[in-house]
């Protein structure tokens, strides 16, 4: 290959991942990542059984943490 299409192939790369870091970093600075809703859809949409199922869950968790001792 020639040298010209390596400088053009990696000065478009360049070019391209710039461009898509600026989008990701004008999106953040947006907000638009940001979901304000989230934990009240999930608390609105939630039954009583998927409340406690995860409150079980939770305690698995802690007595997990509380009982393992590493070696």
């Known amino acids: 290959m020639d040298n010209w299409i390596i400088v053009m192939m990696l000065s478009v790369s360049i070019f391209l ?5 600026f989008a990701f ?3 953040i ?3 638009q990542f940001d979901d304000e809703e989230k934990f ?3 608390a609105k949409f939630d039954g009583e059984d998927e ?3 995860a409150l079980i869950q939770e ?3 802690e007595a ?3 009982s ?3 070696e």
């Not at 991942?17 to 870091?21: F, H």
């Open 59 to 61: 305690q698995k968790k």
């Open 51 to 53: 409340l406690n199922d």
């Open 25 to 27: 970093l004008w999106a």
């Open 40 to 42: 009240l859809n999930a």
């Open 64 to 66: 997990l943490k509380k």
């Open 29 to 31: 600075k947006n907000g």
């Open 68 to 70: 393992y001792k590493p």
């Open 17 to 21: 991942g710039a461009v898509a870091l």
